[in-house]
């Protein structure tokens, strides 16, 4: 039998999209060969998540397998791995990652123009469950004249020049925003390519699902416990929100950007300052939801506003609908002003 299904003789892979918005913003094409670095990496992330069981990667760090090799952990083989791409793409100069005390600064020989802070593997707690995992990158270019080092990284997330992140889940998807907006990509894994499938996505106005933990409802601050209670028990005759919550950043933010609602990380007098990394975790997804049209706060500040001192600086979050972020961020101020 001869199969009958459409075969697609012109698709847009990844590496055409960048290159075709390069072409158009008259680009040097760097940005294309560290993007390409980033789908090949998290191509090879997506075959050892897959085969994570089978392969023991679900092992210990530093423990080691029959034949005596070194047996790497899902995210310790992630994190070797998107470095490692980074650096022989020559096109960066400082690399942040969650996995790294420190900024690794690229050898001279190998040096770009581009910083990149990344979270190789995140919700790495939910592997041994078979959850969805996923990897965050954030791309800045290096704005002094100086050596490259630490400092470099510690730009606001307005200065970015890309962001996103690719979801391990049903299938692998790569969701990409730049200054012309947020694209989705889906591994084909037939020609092993980024296919786009959604070209400027936009976010919902308004949604009907929050989402959090609320395992620590007994340290929220007043402002998220009533925005809670306003969304189960909706005092206007409108249907209460529902609940949904995966443990997985780019899961719960992915499943915000496709149905719409508000996902959020506040602070809470357990973690006053927050819980997610503002460098690789909160500024990416934040760039991501504003390029969609949603809005992305701390619930005092815009997040891109924030101009980090640490690397490894937290942040409060909650990004999603417009008017559900918004609703959040009128809750807090009636709040502060008690």
């Known amino acids: 039998m001869t199969d009958q299904s459409p075969f697609d003789t012109n698709v847009v ?12 913003a008259q680009g040097t094409g760097e940005l294309t060969q560290l993007l390409n670095a980033v789908c090949t990496a998290v191509k090879a992330i997506s075959i050892a998540v897959r085969k994570a069981g089978i392969a023991h990667l679900y092992g210990i760090a ?28 020559f096109t960066t100069c400082v690399i942040v990652s969650e996995e790294n005390k420190n900024a690794i600064i690229v050898d001279a020989e190998k040096r770009g123009k581009y910083i990149v802070c990344m979270d190789p593997l995140d919700g790495s707690s939910n592997i041994d ?3 969805s995992i996923g990897t965050i990158f954030a791309i800045y270019r290096k704005a002094s004249p100086e050596e490259p ?30 200054e012309s907006g947020v694209n989705c990509f889906m591994l084909d894994p037939a020609i092993g390519e980024f296919i786009l499938v959604d070209r ?23 402002a998220v416990t009533e925005y809670l209670q306003k969304k189960k028990f909706p005092q206007d005759g409108s249907s209460p929100y529902g609940a949904r919550y995966i443990g997985s950043m780019v899961a719960d933010v992915h499943r915000t950007l496709v149905y719409g609602g508000i996902f959020l990380y506040p602070a809470n007098s357990k973690s006053p300052k927050g ?23 701390t619930g005092n500040e815009a997040v891109l506003d924030i101009v ?9 979050i909650a990004l999603g609908s417009p008017d559900d972020v918004q609703e959040y961020i009128d809750m807090v101020k009636k709040h502060s002003a008690k």
């Open 129 to 131: 469950c078979l959850v």
């Open 308 to 316: 980090p001192e640490d690397i490894h600086q937290r942040a409060p």
């Open 13 to 24: 892979t990844l590496t055409r999209f960048v290159m075709e918005e390069g072409r158009r």
């Open 200 to 222: 400027n996505v936009k976010i919902k106005k308004r949604g009907n699902i929050y989402s959090l933990n609320e395992g620590y409802a007994a340290y929220f601050d007043p």
């Open 149 to 178: 080092s630490e400092k470099d990284a510690l730009q606001p997330g307005r200065n970015l020049v890309a962001a996103g992140y690719a979801l391990y889940g049903s299938a692998t998807m790569l969701v990409l925003a730049i």
């Open 275 to 297: 819980k997610l990394r503002l460098l690789y975790e909160c500024n990416p997804m934040a760039f991501v939801i504003e390029k969609a049209g949603g809005i992305a706060t």
């Open 62 to 89: 530093g423990s080691t397998n029959v034949t005596g090799d070194q047996v790497k952990k899902l995210d310790v083989l992630s994190n070797d791995l998107v470095i490692n791409m980074l650096k022989s793409s």
